[in-house]
């Protein structure tokens, strides 16, 4: 997955790691995601476009009610 910039990576983990995020205080929700960012760009750093990747394999899963 590619992310314009660290903004977008943000504001994607904001939308997707709400099982995790939810969990913790209102008032820390923002510093966790800061802290998940700079630690992710540190290993991942972002491409000369200002762009930033993310390995991901995405699960699809299809019921059958038998």
Not at 4 to 10: A, M, P, R, S, T
Not at 37 to 56: F, I, L, Q, R
Request: avoid cysteine; proline fraction near 6%.
């Amino acid at each position: 997955m590619v992310h314009e910039n660290i903004k977008g990576l943000k504001g994607w983990l904001r939308t997707t790691w709400f099982p995790y995020t939810d969990q913790l205080p209102e008032d820390k929700k923002e510093e966790f995601l800061r802290l998940v960012v700079s630690e992710y760009t540190k290993a991942h750093p972002v491409d000369p476009e200002g762009k930033t990747h993310v390995n991901m394999v995405r699960l699809e899963v299809e019921a059958n009610n038998l």
